[in-house]
């Protein structure tokens, strides 16, 4: 006969945590997706697996990170199989300061204290997280759950099961890519241009 209450109060605990976290989650897996309707899913897939499997969350731990690495591990299994994204850029043999020693051959040094922030800041939120989406899947994740979500290494660490010494390679790799793919970006939509005219004005 106790049953049932004890079921509605886990629920209702159920319910409350996840609210917590849903905004966030549902960022991280449009990034992931790059499709609100994918994201929608991919939310939708790992809440009910997190309630199904609710009674292995232990209480008083860290909620996101358990559900995050059954939101990331239910893409892992069903998303990122969808689609693949071409690659027009060879993102591997990027410069760790790619951004820097680009700004600098173009002569925006000269004229900006840290043309690197400008140019991320021209491209605006949507392209930069177009510019993540475009990684390889690894690296991807870690850029997303980093740069997107403001996740901390040792709780990404948590989320993806895996070492932070892991997390701490993708995420450097990741960020040499992203930076090429960034300035690539920023050359195709005359945000270098624009930058090194406004140090000749």
């Known amino acids: 006969m106790s049953e049932a209450p004890a079921s509605a109060s886990r629920t209702r605990e159920f319910e409350r945590v996840l609210g917590e976290v849903l ?3 549902y960022g991280t897996a449009y990034h992931l997706t790059r499709s609100t309707h994918d994201a929608e899913d991919l939310v939708q897939e790992a809440a009910l697996s ?5 009674d292995q969350f232990e209480p008083g731990t860290n909620f996101k ?35 820097l020693w680009a700004s600098q ?3 925006l040094l000269e004229h900006h204290k840290d043309p690197a922030s400008r140019i991320v800041e021209k491209l605006g939120e949507e392209r930069v997280s177009e510019a993540i989406a475009a990684l390889p899947e690894e690296f991807r994740v870690v850029c997303t759950l980093y740069f997107m979500n403001d996740a901390p290494y040792q ?7 895996c070492p932070v ?30 930058l090194a005219r406004e140090g000749d004005a």
């Open 23 to 25: 905004e966030r989650a």
């Open 50 to 54: 997190a309630f199904r499997h609710f």
């Open 65 to 99: 990170a358990w559900f995050m690495r059954i939101l990331t591990n239910a893409f892992f299994a069903s998303y990122r199989k969808k689609k693949r994204r071409p690659q027009t850029t060879s993102l591997e043999d990027a410069q760790p300061l790619h951004l």
């Open 105 to 107: 051959a173009a002569g």
């Open 155 to 161: 709780e990404i660490a948590e989320m993806l099961d």
């Open 165 to 194: 010494g892991t997390v701490r390679s993708r995420l450097h790799r990741g960020r040499r890519m992203l930076q090429k793919s960034l300035w690539s970006l920023a050359q195709e939509c005359g945000i270098v241009t624009g």
